[in-house]
């Protein structure tokens, strides 16, 4: 009876670790080498940040793409500057979202490249109206400032990086990140040239299948080196752990459920949960009550927070934030807008969970994300030399014509000489030699193909003697 008593005590350890502990099917890697201290935040501070609106498509106009609404008042959207003051949100994600545009029956992207600047152009407009409230952060410490400053942080994301091609993506890429695009998805629903979406399919309806391309993966590579958060939430499951096994930093899901309380396709399941929580990442909750519970009567906040404690229980308070999705679903009328952010941290005190991890799930998991990815290593690109670029083209300018001439003046500091041979003007990813002159320092660079309507972005950079290299980048709209 004693060795049938051990016997079944050990059947029923590895029924549980089957089932409960060990993910199902493929192997969930640890994604990263050495997973970081998960009880370290950033610098300590308690803040809170939603790391998913859309609000940005709110503010484009959506025949021309310009700006034309000021959220620095009130406003019938989820997302204002009011409201985010009232709600006490302390960095906010704006998304610059694409679902991809076809033409022809292949992937058009200069049109989603288009597209997706005339959103970040958007945030530009946004802060340079608002800059007594608000700015656009590019590290932990611009928070840290802009918090202390009573100023709300805005960091960029990209949703859907449906522009980034094999022939130009990495030099997009990098473009991007000089624009201040810190964490993207690199799908929607759809599938694409880097991966596949939550869909399977492709936006012409052709099944894809795969998971995580060879570009993709040198795209994941890229986004560690130069410090951009990887967002999973729109992947379908192959994609997901090829990301996790390609990227060796923390992730994020920025705006996702529960699968196991809610049966959705855009939630994860318990074993992804895990994998995230692994490898030192992020699942921020959604308030989209849609994937939150079967009717949307059950998807207010009392159901966000069930999809936070869930979170908490099965893999604890240090990997579970919020995203909302403000301006890109209907809200839930208890947690409609911003302002009202302070009712899911009442009711998460009233499940009696401690300050300290409420603190956590508000803002502190994702600044200790932050933190981690967005501290570039030694030797990246993108630093500051000692050249000085100034664009004779502003954020956003029109330009007219289809052959514009895009020129830059660069000072050298005391001491330092440019390296003539470093001079480039990279223009949607396309990198070109300019001429030089060296009695003014310009260069300039005359497009020889003609650009489309609509917006572009181009790179000047240059380098002195010692390799220091200094980028200015810049969007322009053709008109």
Not at 97 to 123: C, E, H, Q, V, W
Not at 266 to 288: P, S, W, Y
Not at 399 to 404: E, N, R, S
């Amino acid at each position: 009876m004693k060795w049938a008593f051990l016997a079944f005590l050990v059947f029923a350890l590895v029924l549980y670790l089957t089932f409960y502990i060990l993910p199902k099917g493929r192997e969930i890697p640890n994604t990263i080498k050495d997973p970081p201290g998960v009880q370290d935040t950033a610098g300590g501070i308690a803040v809170v940040v939603d790391t998913h609106s859309d609000t940005l498509i709110k503010i484009v106009d959506e025949k021309t793409w310009l700006p034309s609404v000021d959220i620095g008042e009130d406003t019938p959207f989820d997302i204002d500057i009011p409201k985010l003051k009232k709600g006490g949100v302390d960095v906010q994600y704006f998304g610059a979202f694409t679902s991809g545009y076809y033409s022809g029956g292949k992937p058009d992207y200069m049109r989603s490249n288009s597209r997706l600047l005339s959103l970040i152009n958007a945030l530009y407009w946004t802060v340079e109206k608002n800059s007594q409230h608000m700015d656009i952060a590019r590290s932990v410490e611009d928070i840290k400032v802009l918090s202390g400053n009573g100023k709300i942080s805005a960091v960029l994301s990209i949703e859907g990086a449906y522009s980034l091609d094999e022939e130009n993506g990495i030099e997009l890429l990098h473009q991007y990140h000089d624009l201040g695009v810190r964490a993207i998805a690199l799908t929607w629903n759809h599938s694409n040239v880097l991966g596949e979406g939550v869909n399977g399919a492709y936006m012409d309806g052709l099944p894809s299948k795969g998971g995580l391309t060879g570009f993709g993966k040198e795209v994941v590579r890229e986004m560690n080196r130069l410090g951009i958060i990887i967002d999973v939430s729109h992947m379908n499951e192959e994609t997901f752990l090829d990301v996790l096994e390609t990227s060796d930093a923390p992730v994020i899901a920025s705006h996702s459920g529960v699968y196991t309380l809610r049966n959705h396709g855009r939630n994860l399941k318990d074993d992804q949960i895990r994998a995230i929580a692994k490898g030192g990442g992020v699942v921020q909750v959604v308030f989209f009550p849609e994937f939150l519970a079967a009717s949307e009567a059950g998807g207010g906040v009392e159901t966000i927070a069930d999809h936070i404690e869930y979170i908490v229980r099965l893999v604890g308070a240090e990997h579970v934030g919020i995203g909302s999705d403000f301006d890109g679903a209907t809200m839930p009328e208890d947690l409609k807008d911003a302002s009202m952010i302070p009712r899911l941290e009442s009711e998460l005190e009233g499940r009696n969970f401690s300050r300290d991890d409420i603190e956590k799930i508000m803002g502190k998991n994702t600044m200790r994300v932050m933190e981690k990815v967005w501290r570039r290593p030694a030797g990246a690109q993108n630093s500051i030399g000692a050249l000085f670029i100034k664009p004779l083209v502003e954020m956003g300018q029109p330009l007219y014509g289809t052959t514009p001439v895009l020129s830059a003046a660069i000072e050298a500091q005391e001491g330092a000489d440019i390296n003539v041979l470093s001079l480039r003007v990279i223009v949607d990813g396309r990198v070109n030699i300019p001429e030089f002159d060296p009695e003014t320092g310009t260069i300039s660079l005359e497009l020889r193909e003609p650009l489309e309507d609509g917006f572009h972005v181009v790179t000047f950079l240059a380098a002195d003697l010692d390799g220091d290299a200094t980028r200015e980048t810049r969007i322009f709209y053709l008109k």
